[in-house]
């Protein structure tokens, strides 16, 4: 990512340097999972659609430890998988939206929400700005090469509400919660980059 892109990291001390956390991180762009992935102070595990899946993609992104996840259905393989990466002190990304969109957290699915209050593992906010500002000239799908993507990290906040509850109602409670969060720190992070 450095040598194709100017991230600028704001933050990455906020990341706590071991034990189970979740990044919660916006999506707009393509490469903003890939930014993170090569920017965080940690390695990470992403739930990634299975349809990424697919040719020489299948074995490097296995071998760089990220997750295949059905979007279309429940799946129980990709849960597990999931907490078992929380469960052994890992990093687990995930794009709370569920897929690509404005990238400004408006529409949250409850699976962020179920991961943080099953494994009590803390959430912090990441924005990726800057993905989505221009397209390149050689490659109109990516942002234009040795551009500017900032990369910023937040707090780390816990989703429940201390008492350890699981039911529907707690995960809504929850969801409401950390949609708060992290929209605050996404203004914040548009603040303190100066986009918009």
């Avoid at 919660?24 to 390695?43: E, F, Q």
């Avoid at 259905?73 to 709370?96: K, M, N, S």
């Avoid at 949609?179 to 100066?194: F, K, S, V």
Wanted: aromatic share 6%; glycine share 14%.
């Amino acid at each position: 990512m450095y040598g194709l892109w100017r991230p600028r990291v704001l933050g990455a001390w906020r990341v706590p340097a071991s034990g189970p956390v979740i990044l919660a991180v916006n999506h707009a762009h393509n490469i903003d999972g890939p930014m993170l992935m090569g920017t965080a102070p940690r390695p990470v595990h992403f739930l990634i659609k299975k349809e990424a899946f697919i040719g020489p993609l299948d074995p490097f992104l296995k071998g760089i430890g990220q997750l295949k996840v059905d979007r279309e259905t429940t799946d129980r393989a990709a849960v597990t998988d999931a907490l078992g990466v929380l469960r052994d002190g890992g990093v687990l990304g995930i794009f709370p939206e569920g897929s690509r969109g404005e990238g400004d957290f408006a529409s949250l699915r409850a699976g962020l929400a179920y991961f943080a209050v099953r494994s009590g593992a803390p959430i912090v906010p990441v924005a990726v700005l800057g993905s989505t500002d221009r397209r390149g000239r050689l490659i109109p799908a990516l942002p234009p090469l040795r551009g500017r993507v900032d990369v910023v990290f937040g707090d780390a906040f816990a989703a429940g509400d201390g008492g350890g509850r699981r039911t529907r109602t707690a995960m809504d409670e929850a969801t409401v919660r950390i949609q708060e969060r992290l929209t605050a720190h996404l203004e914040n992070a548009r603040r303190l980059t100066g986009r918009r």
